[in-house]
């Protein structure tokens, strides 16, 4: 992922899991929506995790990017990343957030990068108000975090490498449209 616009799309689509009509992973069965997922503080039973509190839609800073978080019948999270210009609004991207051996997984479509192909990420902290997915071999970026401060704020960011051999972090924070 090269530009700013990418970054925004990527956690826009992260922050609001919603998208009708899209799956999400498909077959998960109902037993591992209600698995504990291990997390650096105490365990948390998923039925009282972050991504519940995602559901709904959700406006970037600059209120020209949205989120649409929805929870899917078979227990697992889809969300669009959409713009609106004028009266045209566009998709950026789709995510899905669903179970899998003991942690949540984080696959990301961006439009027009990687082939069409989604990234995954892996839950690697997990408590009831935050979420940070990993996956340390992609590009940019490398960790995807969410927290929820409040019912109608989310604060997100994203975290990887720079060109100086560093890691860049850029925020991205949400207000619920509903």
């Known amino acids: 992922m090269k530009s700013n616009q990418t970054y925004l799309s990527l956690i826009a689509l992260l922050s609001l899991f919603a998208v009708q009509g899209l799956s999400g992973c498909g077959n998960e069965s109902a037993e591992k929506t209600t698995a504990t997922v291990e997390s650096a503080e105490t365990p948390v039973p998923v039925t009282n995790t ?34 609106i210009k004028g009266t045209d609004t566009s998709w950026n991207e789709h995510a899905s ?48 975090n969410y927290t929820i401060k409040d019912a109608n704020t989310v604060n997100a960011f994203i975290v990887g490498p ?17």
């Not at 439009?111 to 940070?132: P, W």
């Open 50 to 83: 972050v991504f519940s509190q995602l559901v709904g839609t959700w406006q970037s800073e600059d209120g020209k990017s949205f989120e649409r978080w929805t929870k899917n019948d078979n227990g697992t999270f889809s969300s669009v990343g959409f713009s």
């Open 162 to 178: 720079n060109s100086k051999g560093g890691k860049d972090t850029i925020p991205f924070n949400f207000t619920r449209v509903k």
């Open 97 to 144: 957030i669903f179970p899998e051996n003991e942690k949540w997984v984080f696959e990301n479509t961006v439009k027009d990068q990687n082939d069409g192909k989604a990234i995954r990420f892996t839950s690697s902290l997990l408590t009831a108000s935050s979420v940070q997915f990993s996956n340390p071999a992609h590009d940019f970026p490398t960790d995807i």
